[in-house]
C-alpha cells in the first residue's frame, strides 16, 4: 500500500475498495477535513476520497485536500 508521510507522520495512502475494486485516497486525520468529496463511513478518525477509474483524475479536488490536510499539521492542529 502506497502510504506518504509529512515529517515522519503518516499523512494518507492509496489503496483499492475490497467490494468495488475502485481506488481511493484515504486521509488519516479526515476527521479534521471539511469537503464534499470525502466520505466518513464507518470510521471515526479517516476519511476517504474515492476516485473514479475510467475518468480523468480530478487533480483540483485533490490539491484542495492535500492542501487542507498539510495545513492542518504546519499550524499545528495536528502535531508532528
Same mark, same amino acid.
Given at each position: 500500500? =502506497?502510504? &506518504?508521510?509529512? #515529517?515522519?507522520?503518516? &499523512?494518507?495512502?492509496?489503496? /483499492?475498495?475490497?467490494? /468495488?475494486?475502485? =481506488?481511493?485516497?484515504?486521509?488519516? !486525520?479526515? #476527521?479534521?477535513?471539511?469537503?464534499?468529496?470525502? !466520505?466518513?463511513?464507518?470510521?471515526?478518525?479517516?476519511?476517504? &476520497?474515492?476516485? /473514479? =477509474?475510467?475518468?480523468?483524475? =480530478?487533480?483540483?479536488?485533490?490539491?484542495?485536500?492535500?492542501?487542507? $490536510?498539510? $495545513?492542518?499539521? #504546519?499550524?499545528?492542529?495536528?502535531? /508532528?
Amino acid at each position: 500500500m =502506497p502510504c &506518504f508521510c509529512y #515529517k515522519g507522520r503518516v &499523512f494518507c495512502y492509496l489503496w /483499492t475498495d475490497k467490494k /468495488t475494486k475502485e =481506488p481511493y485516497m484515504l486521509m488519516v !486525520e479526515g #476527521k479534521y477535513l471539511s469537503h464534499p468529496k470525502l !466520505e466518513k463511513g464507518s470510521r471515526s478518525r479517516m476519511k476517504i &476520497f474515492r476516485v /473514479t =477509474p475510467d475518468k480523468d483524475l =480530478p487533480i483540483s479536488i485533490i490539491i484542495d485536500i492535500l492542501n487542507q $490536510a498539510l $495545513a492542518l499539521y #504546519k499550524s499545528g492542529v495536528i502535531s /508532528t
